[in-house]
């Protein structure tokens, strides 16, 4: 197990990849902090899941994109222990021409993927350094990062400028011994695309862009995230990797 004795916070992890993660890490040996926008069922019963795996969960809800969250998020996660690995996973994603994109809707896609990604890692950091700790952490981007979907002029910029964040921030933190990398997944079988994985017109053209034909697991990427926030990536930093089946790739 590559994670044991470490403390692990999972941001958007209710649902989807970021509970995939979460289960993974546990799997590793890590204690979780469980965080998503609401204290819902989901988180509960993951929980509970975790809990059943030997490992200890905290549900910590709170909005990743308001700072006051942020730092209430990371006052509760810190009365669990210190935390070892932030996985900032919490993202959303919608669908709007281009010309119909309005300043609001560009500013709540930008807010939740990338400024909640620099204010968690940044909280992170401040708390790692004053307690003279070394930590890692893992960014979630995103295939359109380097592939084009339509009706997402908003959406695919806030991903790509993670891997700029995760190479900026991991050279400012490598000093103090904090790794910080990005994985970007292709099309993963979560809530947020079911409507994809659901449509016989649109899966087949997609899938057909994929070399190994198939959509991925939450489980697929939390293993790339739990080999990244472990010591077996002791001097792999600002990096970003695709787990997207040959997508980018093909
Ligand atoms: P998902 O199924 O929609 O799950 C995202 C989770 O994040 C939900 O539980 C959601 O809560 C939570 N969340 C949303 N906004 C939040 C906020 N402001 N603060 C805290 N939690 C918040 O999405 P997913 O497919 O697992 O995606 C996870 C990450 O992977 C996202 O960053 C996404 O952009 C990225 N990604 C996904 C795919 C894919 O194919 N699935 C591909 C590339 C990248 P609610 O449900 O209550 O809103």
């Keep these: 197990m590559k994670l044991v004795g470490k403390i692990a916070l999972v941001t958007g992890a ?3 990849i970021g509970k995939g993660i979460a289960e ?3 799997d590793e040996g890590a204690d979780i902090v469980i965080n998503d926008i609401y204290a819902d069922e989901r988180c509960e019963v993951l929980a509970d899941a975790i809990q059943k795996k030997g490992r200890r969960a905290l549900v910590v809800a709170g909005d990743v994109s308001k700072r006051a969250d942020v730092d209430r998020i990371f006052d509760a996660a810190s009365d669990f222990g210190p935390i070892d690995v932030l996985v900032n996973n919490a993202g959303i994603e919608t669908i709007i021409p281009f010309l119909e994109l309005t300043d ?6 930008t807010e939740v993927n990338l400024k909640s990604q620099w204010m968690c890692a940044q909280t992170f950091c401040k708390r790692a350094i004053a307690e003279d700790r070394e930590g890692s ?12 979907l339509p009706g997402r002029t908003h959406y695919a910029p806030s991903k790509l400028a993670i891997e700029a964040l995760t190479r900026n921030i991991s050279a400012e933190m490598g000093y103090y011994g904090i790794r910080v990398n990005c994985v970007h997944p292709g099309l993963i079988d979560t809530p947020m695309i079911r409507w994809v994985l659901e449509s016989p017109e649109i899966l087949p053209g997609v899938v057909g862009q994929i070399s190994l034909g198939r959509p991925g697991q939450p489980l ?3 293993k790339a995230v739990a ?3 472990s010591d077996d990536a002791s001097y792999i930093t600002g990096q970003s990797i695709y787990v997207d089946g040959g997508w980018v790739g093909k």
């Design 24 to 26: 993974v890490l546990a």
């Design 220 to 222: 697929e990427v939390g």
């Design 14 to 16: 209710g649902q989807g």
């Design 227 to 229: 080999f990244l926030a």
């Design 137 to 148: 952490i893992v960014n979630i981007g995103s295939i359109q990062a380097a592939r084009v």
């Design 104 to 109: 609001k809707q560009w500013e709540e896609v």
